[in-house]
């Protein structure tokens, strides 16, 4: 498109959740300051990326995205298409633990709450449903995760380390050097199966940082079924929503 806004690719370290009405929609998108000279927008699978420059107030930077709201609306539509997924609104259902998880917005100014079978969110303004939603999904994503490691690590022999979430789409877990975990809040899209192999394999790590053949020795010891899994979540994961 003319005058089309310049493409940027950044890592998701210090990203702020904005939203903003573009054209009768509300639309969410992450901003990242950074030493760049002018604005950059990307829309992906992630959704509307704002790249701006430190000293850039946030009207030019949503004057910027009203100029070009009819680009940006169309690609996120397209991603969407693409994806299979489709904007959430109350009544949607999202993967949870393998199950549906129906959402239903609340219908007072209370706060976001777990209910049998699904979530009541309270959206404040300024926010959209999928900031809310993340907002309430984290911390029982990671309550469920500190009780699987304590798991495996006692079948591991080795004390409970400690624990960080990400919001990594595709790098589901990490161990570094210091012996901390670090596992992908997404995962709880998926079945305890799949999240007990993430959790198994980074586990192994702490005997053995590296993929050797010695590491899947102790990654069988403690999952047996570790091939099945990891071929089922690259199945899986390009179908996850876009939160």
């Not at 009768?24 to 990326?49: A, F, K």
């Not at 129906?102 to 999928?130: C, I, Y």
């Not at 939603?133 to 500190?146: D, H």
């Not at 699987?148 to 006692?154: F, K, W």
Request: charged letters at 20%; one cysteine or more; hydrophobic letters at 40%.
């Amino acid at each position: 498109m003319p005058g089309r806004p310049s493409l940027f690719r950044t890592g998701n370290g210090g990203e702020k959740p904005c939203c903003l009405e573009i054209l009768g929609q509300s639309v969410s998108y992450q901003l990242r300051r950074s030493r760049r000279r002018t604005i950059g927008l990307s829309v992906d699978h992630r959704g509307l990326r704002v790249g701006a420059p430190v000293g850039a107030s946030l009207r030019d930077i949503e004057a910027l995205l009203h100029k070009h709201g009819a680009w940006v609306l169309e690609k996120l539509t397209a991603w969407q298409g693409r994806s299979g997924a489709s904007p959430l609104a109350a009544g949607s259902s999202i993967p949870w633990l393998g199950a549906g998880l129906e959402l239903q917005l609340r219908p007072d100014a209370g706060r976001s709450r777990w209910v049998p079978g699904g979530v009541e969110l309270a959206v404040p303004p300024g926010r959209s449903l999928e900031q809310a939603l993340v907002q309430l999904l984290k911390p029982r994503a990671k309550a469920l995760f500190q009780e699987r490691l304590a798991c495996y690590a006692a079948r591991l022999g080795v004390p409970t380390p400690p624990l960080f979430l990400s919001s990594a789409r595709s790098r589901w877990g990490s161990c570094n050097s210091r012996g901390e975990i670090r596992l992908s809040w997404r995962l709880a899209h998926f079945d305890l199966a799949l999240i007990d192999y993430v959790v198994a394999h980074e586990l192994a790590h702490l005997k053995e940082m590296n993929h050797s053949p010695r590491f899947w020795s102790v990654v069988e010891q403690l999952y047996p079924d570790w091939r099945r899994a990891r071929a089922e979540l690259k199945r899986l994961a390009p179908g996850l929503p876009a939160l």
